[in-house]
Each structure stands twice: as C-alpha cells, then as structure tokens.
C-alpha cells in the first residue's frame, strides 16, 4: 500500500485562542501547517507596530508559497511601513524580487542584512531568501556570518538540514540533515521542538521508527499542545501499518482538514 503523510489542521484540545502569539504561529509555519499559521495570525490582537511587521512577514510568505504574489508583496510592504527599521519586511520584499530581479533582490537583501549585521536571526532569515530561490552560493556567507553572530542559534542548523535535502533526497543527504536538525536540538538544549519534529521526521522516513517515537516524545514533554508532533505521531502509526492506532487518534479530535504535509517546504 503507498504510505500517504496526512496532517490535520486540529487535533485534541488544540484551541486558537490560546495561540495568540506570534511564537505559535512562527511555530506552525517552520512545520509547514500554513493553513493552521494563518489562523493563528488572524487572532492576534494588541499587538506592537514590531510584532505586526513580524505577523506580516509570516503572512507574506505563506502567500508567496501559494503563489500569491501580489498579496505576499502587499504583506512584506505593509511589515516595513509597520516597523521600517525592522529587517523582516525587507527580507520578504528582496525574497520575492529575486524570483524575477536577481539584482534589485539582493539590493534589498542587502539593505536588510545592514538592518541586522550581527543579528544571527536576520542573517539566517536573508540566507533562507536565497536558498528559496536556488542561490545556495550565496546563503552560504550569510549562514557563516550566522554563526559568528550567534552559533548558538538553532534556527542555522534547521537551515542547513534543509539544505542538505536539496536537491535530492537519499539516504546519504537524510544523514547529514540529521546531523545538522541534531546540532540544532543540542544548542538549544533539547528545547526546539522543530528540531525534534524534523528529526522524528527524518528518521520515520529512514524507518528507525523507535528514534521517531522519542524525538515525538520529547517534543510532547516540552508541549502537550505542540500540534505538527501529534500529525508526526499519526504517519508514524501509518508507516508501521499500525492503523487501528491511527483512526482512533484521528477520532478522539476535532478534524477540521487534512491535508498532504511534506517534511519542508522549498519555495519563494
């Protein structure tokens, strides 16, 4: 039987009025649940001018992975007239311009880059702008720059990981984004709940199935209501055929969409 990877959009408790943070939904959106992102981003009330530039950003992006580009341009727009000297809405403009102007792209890039030099966020989300659009040369610097900002930060290794998949997945680029999802669960102290989502991920997809099942276990001990472990959980219980698990997890929740979901998501 081909092993389809299904996630739900809702599932348990999982209530969006207790996600009204910018952190949940950033959450959503690394775990490639978009629908679920935007939900959590329309909640969102009494935010500052910087938390809406971020909230814009997010949006912008989903909208750009959908191919709607206008209404993502409009989001990046709309982040810079928010927070001018927040890098994010420069970020999401230069990501969207390279897809058709690769120089303007990397002069807002690098704009943006100046709005956080030492920034190891900022730094890591420009290298992530050129690796949606294919120009992985020159993310390359920008991860170097990451690190000696902060090689701490998680969020370079969750890049690098996905680097590494690209443009084949095998056996071989699986191992070495393993490697690089587990340097970013070991810098952030066991603490980064996408790190142990990818690495279930990962080795689910290599059928270690026994290391997939404790990477979802800790995420769950870190968050009971982290969402994307639980549809983990669930192509876990797929894969191994476990079926009779897999509808009774499916029925003690409120399922209010399946969808296909991919182990990350490569676009502009």
Not at 206 to 218: D, P, R, S
Not at 220 to 249: G, H
């Amino acid at each position: 039987m081909k092993k389809k990877i299904i996630s739900l959009v809702a599932f348990l408790s999982f209530s969006l009025a207790l996600l009204a943070s910018n952190d949940k939904g950033i959450e959503l959106y690394k775990a490639g649940m978009f629908d679920a992102a935007l939900d959590v981003f329309a909640q969102q009330t009494n935010q500052t001018s910087e938390e809406q530039a971020i909230t814009a950003y997010y949006k912008g992006l989903i909208y750009a992975s959908e191919q709607n580009l206008e209404a993502a341009g409009a989001e990046f727009q709309k982040a810079i007239d928010l927070a001018p000297k927040l890098a994010y809405g420069y970020i999401g403009k230069g990501r969207l311009a390279l897809k058709n102007d690769v120089k303007a792209g990397e002069t807002v890039l690098k704009q943006a880059e100046g709005l956080g030099k030492k920034n190891a966020d900022v730094l890591v989300k420009v290298a992530e702008a050129y690796f949606a659009n294919n120009m992985t040369t020159k993310a390359l610097p920008l991860i170097a720059k990451a690190k000696a900002a902060d090689k701490k930060n998680a969020d370079i290794y969750l890049l690098e990981g996905d680097m590494a998949l690209v443009p084949t997945m095998s056996s071989e680029t699986i191992g070495k984004a393993i490697n690089r999802y587990e340097d970013a669960e070991f810098f952030s102290d066991n603490t980064n709940k996408i790190a142990l989502l990818k690495l279930a991920q990962m080795y689910r997809m290599t059928g270690i199935y026994n290391i997939a099942l404790e990477k979802v276990n800790q995420a769950i001990a870190l968050d009971k209501d982290f969402l994307p472990i639980y549809v983990e959980l669930a192509n876990i219980q797929y894969a191994q055929s476990k079926f009779t698990e897999w509808v009774a997890m499916y029925e003690k929740g409120v399922v209010r969409k399946l969808c296909f979901c991919f182990v990350f998501r490569q676009t502009i």
